[in-house]
């Protein structure tokens, strides 16, 4: 999934190991919060990574699919960090290959036999030399098929699904002394809480917008979809452990966080005075947060976009203006086919209400043509639905058989042909509406928190608060600061800005 809002595509979401260093500044940015992290303290000490002869361990990590996955990479490389390895940039100077994986499609799913066959290259030519190379598959590839993985490929010494990788130091060191290890239980304990928090030094090193899981799994079960087999039932991370990390995240530099879920509107939790809070009261609470200046979540489904949610998009400034709401098909008969529990028109009244709340407020979308059964008219109704929403952006995938889900046994499967030509038809549609979102940018001031280098040295790239790149003149500010600009041309995939005297 190259190139979904879910993707390893974010500003953040480069190596989650990258060295680049960012020294964020940030003027509200005054209250340092280093509140000892008790289970922290408790978290069992592995083996030292250390190897004979006192050199560092090296590990390098590939990280495929949603941003869940970057950030459980970024925590299972905290893990790593405090057990002694060192992080690397290239599979040639690491000891330990730690990939984690996306099943969505399958071409996810195939693309790490392919990387583990040249693993296998790799590791054969240093055995013949007198070394080894370790390697973990972590993420949904690893939970959907377990010790198939060992099997195919025996290169791998460690598979470890998502719910277990506070077990990964101790996988490790289980394969060190020669056992092919496969833990893919969906354990009673948080994994998060048997962690280490993210150090400063490598908060810092990963920019000034970071990722905070704070919702995962998924009970909707529609009928295309791995996530609720390969993440397991919808959990919600309590509220102090959210606001914990928020804090932590905050006196390290970030100024925006990106609360994750692959249903992250459904969180809900205990608040203050004991009260249930939705995701709605959540950000609320962690807007007031100091130094934290920008929130947004994802992903969101339609039917757990409740009234405080919209009413916080209304309130709250520092709520950005876009909102991922993927609808995956206007045609309620595929709706209903795809389990998705809502119609076209249900999904049509609730943009309505967001507008309503929040006037300027981006939407993009996920879709999926070719479902079993989807007609040419099926396929008409969801490009009616695009024109009527009129999307920011979207991402739209061609439906892949995946093994295990309903979807895998209907009749009537799409011809290939077919699919590839409704999806040319509806990426020619939003690119369209994309383009025009950009070019009505043009003239409007916004803020810009300026997030990393551009491709020039007098350049920085910002995002403005609809998520788009954009570009502007170094000297405008540091790395951290939120600037006031003029959005003055559209690029391909960026805009241009300057400041507003
Ligand atoms: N939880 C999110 C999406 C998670 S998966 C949600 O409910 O929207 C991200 C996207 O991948 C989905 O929105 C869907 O559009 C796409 N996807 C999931 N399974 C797929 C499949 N079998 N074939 C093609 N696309 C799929
Ligand atoms: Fe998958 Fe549907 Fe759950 Fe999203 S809501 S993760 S598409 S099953
Ligand atoms: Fe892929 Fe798993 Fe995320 S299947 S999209 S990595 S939840």
Same mark, same amino acid.
Request: glycine residues 8%; charged residues 25%; negative net charge.
């Given at each position: 999934?190259?190139?979904?809002?879910?993707?390893?595509?974010?500003?953040?979401?480069?190596?989650?190991?990258?060295? &680049?260093?960012?020294?964020?500044?940030?003027?509200?940015?005054?209250?340092?919060? %280093?509140?000892?992290?008790?289970?922290?303290?408790?978290?069992?000490?592995?083996?030292?990574? !250390?190897?004979?002869?006192? &050199?560092?361990?090296?590990?390098?990590?590939? /990280?495929?699919?949603?941003?869940?996955?970057?950030?459980?990479?970024?925590?299972?490389? *905290?893990?790593?960090?405090?057990?002694?390895?060192?992080?690397?940039?290239?599979?040639?100077?690491?000891?330990?290959?730690?990939?984690?994986?996306?099943?969505?499609?399958?071409?996810?799913?195939?693309?790490?036999?392919?990387?583990?066959?040249?693993?296998?290259?790799?590791?054969?030519?240093?055995? !013949?030399?007198?070394?080894?190379?370790?390697?973990?598959?972590?993420?949904?590839?690893?939970?959907?098929?377990?010790?198939?993985?060992?099997?195919?490929? +025996?290169?791998?010494?460690?598979?470890?699904?998502?719910?277990?990788?506070?077990?990964?130091?101790?996988?490790?060191?289980?394969?060190?002394?020669?056992?092919?290890?496969?833990? /893919?239980?969906?354990?009673?304990?948080?994994?998060?809480?048997?962690?280490?928090?993210?150090?400063?030094?490598?908060?810092?090193?990963?920019?000034?917008?970071?990722?905070?899981?704070? &919702?995962?799994?998924?009970?909707?079960?529609?009928?295309?979809?791995?996530?609720?087999?390969?993440?397991?039932?919808?959990?919600?991370?309590?509220?102090?452990?959210?606001?914990?990390?928020?804090?932590?995240?905050?006196?390290?530099?970030?100024?925006?966080?990106?609360?994750?879920?692959?249903?992250?509107?459904?969180?809900?939790?205990?608040?203050?005075?004991?009260?249930?809070?939705?995701?709605?009261? %959540?950000?609320?609470? %962690?807007?007031?947060?100091?130094?934290?200046?920008?929130?947004?979540?994802?992903?969101?489904?339609?039917?757990?976009?409740?009234?405080? %949610?919209?009413?916080?998009?209304?309130?709250?400034?520092?709520?950005?203006?876009?909102?991922?709401?993927?609808?995956?098909?206007?045609?309620?008969?595929?709706?209903?086919?795809?389990?998705?529990?809502? /119609?076209?028109?249900?999904?049509?009244?609730?943009?309505?209400?967001?507008?309503?709340?929040?006037?300027?407020?981006?939407?993009?979308?996920?879709?999926?043509?070719?479902? +079993?059964?989807?007609?040419?008219?099926?396929?008409?109704?969801?490009?009616?639905?695009?024109?009527?929403?009129?999307?920011?952006?979207?991402?739209?995938?061609?439906?892949?058989?995946?093994?295990?889900?309903?979807?895998?046994?209907?009749?009537?499967?799409?011809?290939?042909?077919?699919?590839?030509?409704?999806?040319?038809?509806? &990426?020619?549609?939003?690119?369209?509406?994309?383009?025009?979102?950009?070019?009505?940018?043009?003239?409007?001031?916004?803020?810009?928190?300026?997030?990393?280098?551009?491709?020039?040295? *007098?350049?920085?790239?910002?995002?403005?608060?609809?998520?788009? +790149?954009?570009?502007? *003149?170094?000297?405008?500010?540091?790395?951290?600061?939120?600037?006031?600009?003029?959005?003055?041309?559209?690029?391909?995939?960026?805009?241009?800005?300057?400041?507003?005297?």
């Amino acid at each position: 999934m190259a190139s979904t809002p879910h993707c390893a595509e974010h500003l953040n979401a480069e190596s989650p190991f990258s060295s &680049q260093g960012f020294t964020a500044k940030s003027p509200r940015m005054t209250q340092a919060l %280093l509140t000892p992290d008790a289970k922290l303290a408790a978290a069992p000490v592995v083996e030292a990574a !250390a190897q004979p002869g006192g &050199q560092s361990k090296k590990v390098f990590v590939k /990280t495929y699919g949603c941003q869940m996955n970057v950030y459980d990479s970024e925590r299972m490389g *905290d893990a790593l960090t405090r057990d002694g390895y060192e992080s690397v940039d290239s599979v040639e100077a690491a000891d330990l290959v730690l990939i984690n994986t996306c099943h969505i499609r399958e071409k996810a799913a195939e693309k790490v036999y392919s990387q583990l066959g040249r693993l296998a290259k790799l590791k054969k030519q240093r055995n !013949a030399e007198g070394g080894d190379l370790m390697v973990a598959v972590a993420g949904c590839v690893a939970q959907a098929e377990g010790s198939e993985i060992l099997r195919r490929a +025996p290169v791998v010494d460690v598979v470890i699904g998502p719910q277990t990788y506070h077990l990964l130091p101790e996988a490790l060191n289980r394969a060190r002394r020669g056992e092919r290890v496969v833990e /893919t239980d969906f354990p009673a304990e948080d994994k998060f809480d048997g962690l280490p928090a993210a150090p400063e030094k490598s908060i810092r090193a990963r920019g000034v917008a970071a990722f905070l899981t704070v &919702q995962e799994g998924c009970d909707k079960f529609c009928t295309f979809c791995v996530v609720p087999y390969t993440r397991g039932a919808e959990v919600s991370r309590p509220v102090d452990r959210i606001i914990l990390e928020a804090e932590r995240l905050a006196s390290a530099g970030v100024r925006e966080i990106t609360l994750l879920g692959q249903n992250v509107n459904a969180w809900h939790g205990k608040g203050a005075g004991d009260r249930e809070w939705g995701l709605g009261e %959540l950000v609320r609470r %962690l807007a007031q947060i100091n130094g934290i200046e920008r929130i947004r979540y994802t992903t969101s489904h339609p039917r757990d976009m409740d009234e405080a %949610l919209i009413a916080a998009h209304r309130d709250l400034p520092e709520l950005m203006p876009y909102l991922h709401l993927p609808v995956q098909s206007g045609s309620d008969r595929i709706l209903k086919a795809m389990n998705r529990r809502h /119609t076209a028109a249900d999904y049509l009244r609730l943009v309505e209400r967001i507008r309503a709340a929040r006037p300027d407020i981006a939407l993009s979308g996920d879709f999926i043509v070719g479902f +079993p059964g989807e007609t040419d008219a099926d396929f008409e109704d969801t490009m009616r639905l695009i024109a009527e929403v009129n999307y920011a952006a979207a991402f739209s995938f061609k439906y892949s058989i995946r093994p295990g889900t309903p979807g895998a046994g209907m009749e009537d499967q799409v011809d290939e042909a077919v699919k590839s030509e409704r999806l040319a038809r509806l &990426q020619d549609l939003i690119a369209q509406q994309t383009r025009a979102f950009g070019r009505d940018c043009v003239g409007k001031v916004v803020d810009l928190l300026l997030e990393k280098p551009g491709r020039n040295t *007098d350049q920085l790239i910002g995002r403005s608060p609809w998520l788009q +790149p954009v570009i502007v *003149d170094a000297k405008l500010g540091e790395i951290g600061d939120i600037v006031r600009v003029r959005i003055t041309q559209p690029g391909t995939s960026s805009l241009f800005a300057e400041v507003v005297e």
